[in-house]
């Protein structure tokens, strides 16, 4: 069973210039994450999809990260403009319909940013 | 606010030893806890998992052990193998609301 896919694997821009980071969850998982996750530091939730739908944005900085979960299946994380402080790298998890608190989340292999 | 803690940056153990990580949270709602391990330049992959009903569960090298008065968690890995050096997270959710909060994680080095 394929895994998480994430592109790029690494991205360097400047700062004020966009990004944007797509990732392809594991199929039938109906549930995806978005994450950041600054060097020593834990993963830290940014957005949750279940299906094509929002559940939890409550830690996305909306004036300048977006993200979209068209169909259901791939989604995208763009963030415009960047800032120094961005620099970190973005996973992406994928989990069957969390009906159950065992439904395990499944990362990709994430996305290095360095913002310069 | 940092609900859950990974208080040791790092940890050397010898080959064959056992490792012991540590894990503590404030959040007394959190009834799952979950330990994920990762590699350099790889994504964090699922190791054990327990549910706040018990107090141990085991997976071959891995146990986890969970002390709700305490509200301390850890995992023991024992033998120790030079490919169990990894960062290791632990991470905590609710039945409410599924969202996991992770540690800062422990660097482990298995030394041969």
């Known amino acids: 069973e394929a895994g998480v896919a994430q592109s790029p694997r690494y991205k360097i821009i400047e700062k004020r210039q966009s990004v944007a980071f797509w990732c392809n969850p594991i199929?039938?998982?109906?549930?995806l994450y978005w994450y950041q996750q600054i060097l020593g530091q834990g993963p830290k939730l940014l957005i949750q999809?279940?299906?094509?739908?929002?559940?939890?944005d409550s830690q996305l900085p909306k004036d300048r990260f977006s993200a979209e979960r068209l169909k259901g299946v791939d989604s995208t994380l763009k963030i415009q403009p960047a800032k120094l402080e961005d620099s970190a790298v973005y996973l992406c998890?994928?989990?069957?319909?969390?009906?159950?608190?065992?439904?395990?989340?499944?990362f990709g292999p994430g996305t290095r940013l360095l913002v310069l | 606010d940092q609900q859950v803690k990974q208080n040791s940056p790092s940890l050397s153990v010898q080959e064959g030893r056992i490792s012991i990580l540590n894990c503590d949270y404030t959040?007394?709602?959190?009834?799952?806890f979950l330990w994920y391990k990762k590699y350099p330049a790889e994504g964090p992959t699922f190791l054990i998992s327990?549910?706040?009903?018990?107090d141990k569960n085991e997976d071959g090298r891995f146990t986890v052990f969970l002390n709700k008065s305490a509200k301390h968690l850890s995992l023991h890995i024992v033998p120790s193998q030079p490919g169990d050096s990894a960062v290791y997270f632990c991470?905590?959710?609710?039945?409410?609301?599924?969202?996991?909060?992770f540690g800062t994680g422990t660097r482990l080095k298995v030394l041969a």
């Open positions: 998890a994928s989990s069957l319909v969390p009906g159950t608190i065992q439904e395990t989340q499944y």
């Open positions: 199929s039938g998982h109906a549930t």
């Open positions: 999809f279940q299906n094509n739908g929002v559940v939890d």
């Open positions: 959040n007394s709602m959190f009834d799952y």
């Open positions: 327990i549910s706040s009903i018990k």
């Open positions: 991470a905590a959710t609710d039945s409410g609301t599924y969202k996991y909060i």
